[in-house]
């Protein structure tokens, strides 16, 4: 039995504007206690990467997860098409699906989708939860990573991470793919102050295995996502439209993230919360920017608390809570 009907998930195929995707639905195994959890992930994850999340949330939730177009099975997707239209093509897949309302977990380039989505269509997100997140100095330095950038303005341009950022997006841009992968995996998966888990040396193989083995298609399929978002901020000067209005999002928001994570630290975190109109900052313990690989668990336990409104701030592994009010 396919490993996607053992959890009694169907997948359906769509299409918007003649771009053909597709999603995975898994209904929750027991009572559902608030809406469907629409699940977002990074520029090389796909519809099928959410399978331990799928295991723990269903217990309490339905799960939707998509190939969206341009990503993983779907249709390649122009350069030129923004998060914009992914968005459009995320409500048109709702609205086919039969879901009026959910909760979406937005994680690094989906991060940006759901952002987006929140922004456009706050009628049907209950909560918003964003990881792997930042405003980088020129956009394009985060992206070049996973995507996970989203304007022009709050770093130091002469932080020596941003300029680590800088070179590898130049070497991405030159065609150097092979001397980019193994350096893009260092920095997804190092960590600052902290002394990892027993998962973290498992974590960094998994992504160095990722990147150094990815087909010449998702390569290429990586590279035009990252010129989608060259694109926005050439065009627009920032990647989605939720900046460019200055308003504070009016949907409850948990940004959250590992305490050692280096790429997308707990204080820009803290800063990024400061664009919505609540939201709470969460660091949990012994983790990276990888932290939804690396401490899974306690990952799925912090969203089931902020999804079912329940306390986030005395989860075990947590090192650090905030709150913000725009």
């Known amino acids: 039995m396919p ?6 998930a169907r997948v359906s195929t769509l299409t918007y504007r003649g771009y053909t995707y597709c999603a995975r639905v898994t209904p929750s195994r027991q009572a559902p206690r608030t809406e ?9 994850q796909d519809k099928d990467s959410w399978r331990l999340y799928e295991l723990g949330i269903t217990d309490w939730a339905g799960t939707v997860t998509f190939d969206l177009p341009g990503l993983g099975a779907a249709d390649d997707l122009p350069a030129d098409h923004g998060v914009d239209f992914l968005t459009d093509a995320l409500r048109h897949a709702l609205d086919c699906l039969g879901m009026p309302s959910v909760n979406v977990v937005g994680y690094s380039y989906g991060a940006l989708i759901a952002h987006e989505f929140a922004y456009t269509c706050a009628s049907r997100v209950v909560r918003l939860a964003l990881a792997g997140i930042r405003r980088a100095d020129s956009g394009m330095e985060q992206a070049g990573m996973d995507g996970g950038a989203v304007d022009g303005g709050g770093v130091d341009a002469a932080d ?10 130049r070497m991405l841009t030159q065609g150097g793919w092979d001397a980019f992968a193994p350096r893009a995996a260092d920095l997804l998966t ?10 973290s040396g498992a974590v960094r193989r998994l992504v160095a295995r990722q990147f150094l083995t990815l087909p010449a298609d998702r390569v290429e399929q990586y590279r035009t996502n990252l010129e989608r978002l060259r694109h926005a901020l050439t065009t627009h ?11 504070a999002l009016q949907v409850p928001v948990l940004l959250f993230t590992g305490e050692g994570d280096a790429l997308t630290p707990p204080h820009e975190l803290r800063e990024y919360a400061r664009g919505f109109s609540d939201a709470r900052v969460i660091t949990i313990g012994n983790s990276g920017h990888m932290v939804m690989l690396e401490r899974a668990e306690e990952c799925i336990d912090l969203l089931r608390r902020f999804f079912t409104d329940a306390p986030v701030e005395d989860l075990s592994s947590c090192t650090g809570a905030s709150r913000a009010k725009g």
Do not use: C, F, K, Q
């Open 160 to 169: 020596p991470g941003t300029e680590e950022l800088r070179a590898l997006d």
């Open 237 to 247: 000067g920032t990647v989605i439209r939720a900046d460019r209005s200055g308003a």
């Open 36 to 44: 469907p959890v629409l699940l977002l992930g990074g520029i090389l």
């Open 190 to 199: 190092r960590m600052e102050g902290v002394a990892g888990n027993t998962r």
């Open 3 to 8: 490993p996607h009907e053992a959890l009694g």
